[in-house]
């Protein structure tokens, strides 16, 4: 686990605590504050209607209605996995998105090249070319290995692929291969729900109808983006949207 996802897990944390405590401005919610309602630190992978597989939801907390008192007197936070079988109702609308107050850069969504073709219809060259180096010509020998060991294509129809749109040179191919990203997820809701708050794509309350940034609970926006690489492309290789 890396130094920013450890202190993101903290800021989660802390989030919950100032919810059980009241501390939490909720002028810009639905949400109000209520004896027998518990905020939890969602810890547990759910189902992903899109990828099929166990991943990590978007909301980094939600929302319980305490059902016989057990969770009463707990003010500090509390883990989902401490929840027992019986003793709470999920409350539906209620996830929220917590992110660090000091980042500026902050990640909305990280794809790997799986749930990348999930999304984008197979589009293994889409995804290649996002993702291979076009700057540092030392770099580029490992752009076979995207090409071909990471996203399954053979090197000559990637080529050829781009070839026809027109494009030749690395860094058209990449440059091309962002914007066009952006471009589909600007233009379908679909892919704008799974993006940035998981609609349609997790059971509630693990979607973000909420976001918690710099110290403000509101309703989650869609926000203008970019499209880049993460920082791993052979070792841990993904897809990152970030806040323009």
């Not at 679909?190 to 609609?199: A, I, L």
Request: proline fraction near 3%; aromatic fraction near 12%.
């Amino acid at each position: 686990m890396n130094k920013g996802t450890k202190i993101g897990e903290i800021e989660e944390k802390i989030f919950c605590e100032k919810y059980n405590n009241g501390e939490i401005n909720l002028e810009k919610t639905r949400l109000r504050y209520s004896d027998n309602i518990i905020a939890v630190h969602a810890t547990k992978h759910q189902f992903s209607k899109i990828t099929k597989l166990l991943v990590k939801p978007k909301s980094d907390c939600f929302l319980i209605k305490d059902l016989n008192g057990y969770y009463k007197n707990k003010q500090d936070t509390i883990s989902e996995d401490e929840l027992l079988e019986d003793s709470f109702e999920l409350i539906e609308n209620s996830g929220i998105s917590i992110k660090r107050p000091d980042s500026k850069n902050y990640q909305i969504h990280k794809f790997t090249p799986s749930s990348f073709l999930k999304l984008f219809n197979d589009d293994k060259c889409l995804g290649a070319g996002a993702m291979i180096y076009s700057m540092h010509e030392k770099d580029f020998p490992k752009n076979d290995q995207i090409i071909e060991n990471i996203w399954g294509n053979n090197k000559n129809d990637f080529l050829k692929y781009f070839s026809n749109l027109g494009l030749e040179k690395l860094k058209d191919i990449q440059s091309y291969c962002l914007k066009e990203i952006k471009r589909l997820i600007d233009e379908s809701q679909q892919k704008k729900d799974y993006v940035f708050t998981g609609k349609n794509t997790f059971d509630e309350p693990y979607c973000a109808t909420y976001s918690f940034i710099n110290g403000e609970l509101e309703p989650y926006k869609y926000i203008d983006f970019y499209v880049s690489q993460g920082s791993g492309r052979i070792t841990t290789p993904t897809i990152v949207i970030k806040p323009k």
